[in-house]
């Protein structure tokens, strides 16, 4: 049974003891109505209009998100986006479970961030993927560690039964295809990668990182050579304070769609925390 360790954490605890004359700051689960932040007004009162208006807003949608929904966010995001691209689901949560259930089969890994959100671990287990972890560099501005990465794809290879890709050796990094299992099998299931997919966080939790635009074309262009997707989770995007890459002129707010060409990607967002 998967668990879910923020929630154990936070039920151990139990309702934080208040001590008189000292204000408590709740920092355990991300919830803005919990702690008195409620909507702001125009969306209360755009679902107060729908509520009250006859339409076909009262029945069933399509089952992507309804069209004129998914037809403003596409327009919002840009990027050459279509309606039928955009996916809307319960929350970035559920988001990521869809990407995730799509991508990964029984067996075979996922490579997720060290230190990185739980619920990425959660999902796996779910879907009887197996985790595996590659770092972040804290003296780096928690950028990914794309030397970990190679490693972990190359091991994952090396036990599924496919061997080192033509060629990586010597240039001791992967080429493209270096995530494709042994056609008879391996740990992904027959045909199967090894790795069915990375996931990225961008504003990070729970390190607070924003990556540059350039680490982020880094790093797809590494997932490009590895085969493999890319899921994004981009939930807390436009909400990244100054620091030290902004005062050196480099765009803040990039994000996975901005910068992956080609390359299969999967951006999970939310209106959740931005509506604080």
């Known amino acids: 049974?998967?668990?879910?360790?923020?929630?154990?954490?936070?039920?151990?605890?139990?309702?934080?003891?208040?001590?008189?004359?000292?204000?408590?700051?709740?920092?355990?689960?991300g919830?803005?109505?919990?702690?008195?932040?409620?909507?702001?007004?125009?969306?209360?009162?755009?679902?107060?209009?729908?509520?009250?208006?006859?339409?076909?807003?009262?029945?069933?949608?399509?089952s992507q998100g309804?069209?004129?929904?998914?037809l403003a966010l596409a327009a919002h995001l840009g990027g050459g986006l279509r309606p039928e691209d955009v996916w809307l689901a319960s929350g970035c949560s559920q988001a990521l479970q869809l990407a995730l259930g799509t991508l990964a089969a029984p067996g075979q890994r996922v490579l997720l961030?060290?230190?990185?959100?739980?619920?990425?671990?959660?999902i796996c287990e779910h879907y009887g993927a197996e985790p595996v972890f590659y770092d972040l560099?804290?003296?780096?501005?928690?950028?990914?560690?794309?030397?970990?990465?190679?490693?972990?794809?190359?091991?994952?290879?090396?036990?599924?039964?496919?061997g080192e890709p033509e060629g990586a050796a010597a240039e001791g990094g992967a080429t493209e295809g270096a995530a494709a299992g042994a056609g008879?099998?391996?740990?992904?299931?027959?045909g199967r990668p090894a790795v069915a997919c990375m996931v990225v966080c961008t504003p990070g939790n729970p390190t607070g990182h924003a990556y540059s635009r350039e680490h982020l074309r880094e790093v797809c262009q590494l997932c490009d050579q590895l085969g493999l997707p890319l899921v994004s989770d981009e939930v807390y995007a436009g909400m990244e304070f100054g620091g030290p890459a902004e005062a050196e002129?480099?765009?803040?707010?990039?994000?996975?769609?901005?910068?992956?060409?080609?390359?299969?990607?999967?951006v999970a967002g939310g209106?959740?925390?931005r509506g604080v």
């Not at 929630?7 to 001590?19: F, I, K, N, Q, Y």
């Not at 961030?113 to 959660?122: A, N, Q, S």
């Not at 002129?249 to 999967?266: I, K, M, R, S, T």
């Open 1 to 29: 049974r998967p668990r879910n360790a923020i929630r154990e954490v936070v039920e151990a605890v139990g309702p934080a003891r208040e001590v008189p004359g000292k204000p408590r700051i709740a920092l355990s689960i």
């Open 31 to 62: 919830d803005p109505a919990a702690v008195g932040m409620a909507p702001p007004p125009f969306a209360r009162q755009a679902v107060a209009r729908a509520a009250l208006e006859e339409g076909p807003q009262h029945g069933y949608c399509h």
């Open 66 to 70: 309804a069209g004129p929904a998914r």
């Open 113 to 122: 961030p060290r230190p990185g959100f739980p619920l990425y671990k959660m």
């Open 137 to 162: 560099l804290p003296d780096q501005g928690w950028e990914v560690d794309l030397d970990h990465v190679r490693c972990l794809v190359r091991e994952a290879n090396k036990r599924s039964g496919c």
């Open 184 to 190: 008879g099998g391996g740990a992904g299931g027959e």
């Open 249 to 266: 002129g480099a765009p803040q707010g990039a994000g996975v769609a901005d910068v992956c060409g080609d390359l299969p990607c999967f």
């Open 271 to 273: 209106v959740s925390q």
